[in-house]
């Protein structure tokens, strides 16, 4: 793997918003190569380069995270404190991707940084929107060969 093309990392235990968020990236022709965590502490490994995380040239640190809130061991309230609390991620933008429309759960999330908030299922357009709102155009996170 190309260690200096970006990758989207996404922590989701389900597997059908997993099948989901492909479909939407792949719509929205959004072609960087996607690794998915399943729960809270595979999301604290692979970030922190751990375990079967380990190799920095397999799993890149990410672009850009999509964060379920709701995952088992550690929830995503925990990986995005932990996230926002190490200085070397502290400029991956977060954005939480939950079924949860609650105000607090939103302003959770906001207070411990997420950069939007988005309730699934994942769309290609809502998929746009959170790159051009993180400045991450679509053309800018399509890989080149």
Request: proline share 6%; with cysteine.
């Amino acid at each position: 793997m190309n260690t200096n093309q970006s990758t989207i990392l996404l922590a989701e235990d389900d597997d059908n918003d997993i099948f989901f968020m492909r479909r939407a990236l792949r719509k929205a022709e959004v072609n960087f190569p996607l690794h998915v965590v399943t729960n809270g502490q595979e999301a604290l490994d692979y970030l922190g380069g751990r375990g079967k995380f380990a190799a920095r040239e397999n799993y890149p640190l990410p672009a850009i995270m999509f964060l379920d809130l709701k995952m088992p061991f550690i929830d995503g309230f925990e990986v995005l404190a932990w996230i926002r609390s190490q200085s070397c991620l502290n400029n991956i933008p977060v954005v939480v991707l939950t079924s949860s429309p609650e105000e607090r759960d939103r302003q959770k999330a906001t207070e411990l940084g997420a950069r939007a908030y988005f309730i699934k299922p994942p769309t290609a357009e809502s998929i746009k929107e959170m790159m051009a709102f993180l400045n991450l155009g679509v053309e800018n996170m399509t890989a080149t060969a």
